[in-house]
């Protein structure tokens, strides 16, 4: 998995818990990160992140024929709803690399051949790839550690530190 694949920003999740790290604003100026526009225009609020990053982030729209299909599997996937639906399938039809917190949308994903990445990979990548430094991925780990209503186990946020600080030649 590359940073530099096409990646489509599935809910809030992802995006709340970059911003904690400090490291979203980083994240969306690359050029190939995208959100879909319902999710930007409906998920999406000041409480997230700061507006104008939010603004800067570049949409991807689905056609009718994919809202058409959005709605019959959320039918049938009652645990999805229709936004993470239409993520998938936009990820799907445009191969791009999934970014979602949500297990049940991780789940469906991967088991249709659809890839998907999570915070703390996002993160490394970062690192890996030269978009944040070291010391940012580190105060962005230590950050989203510390931030008292992370959705991320405490547990894999510390892996996630030690593989860092273990591999200093990662960043």
Do not use: W
């Not at 930007?40 to 700061?50: H, L, Y």
């Not at 690399?97 to 970062?126: H, Q, W």
Request: proline share 2%; charged share 25%.
């Amino acid at each position: 998995m590359n940073i530099t694949e096409k990646i489509i920003v599935t809910d809030t999740n992802i995006i709340t818990d970059l911003h904690i790290a400090g490291v979203l604003k980083k994240y969306s100026a690359l050029n190939n990160v995208f959100i879909s526009d319902l999710v930007k225009n409906d998920e999406i609020n000041f409480k997230t992140c700061n507006i104008e990053t939010i603004e800067d982030m570049k949409t991807i729209s689905s056609s009718a024929n994919e809202l058409l299909e959005a709605n019959l599997l959320s039918i049938q996937q009652p645990k999805l709803t229709t936004h993470d639906i239409i993520n998938f399938i936009l990820a799907r039809d445009n191969n791009y690399i999934l970014a979602t917190g949500d297990k049940d949308l991780k789940v469906f994903s991967e088991s249709r051949n659809v890839e998907v990445i999570r915070t703390l990979k996002i993160i490394e990548l970062m690192c890996i790839h030269g978009v944040i430094t070291y010391s940012e991925a580190l105060n962005g780990l230590y950050s989203l550690k510390k931030y008292p209503k992370t959705r991320i186990p405490i547990q894999l946020i510390d892996d996630m530190i030690d593989k860092i600080k273990n591999s200093a030649n990662m960043c």
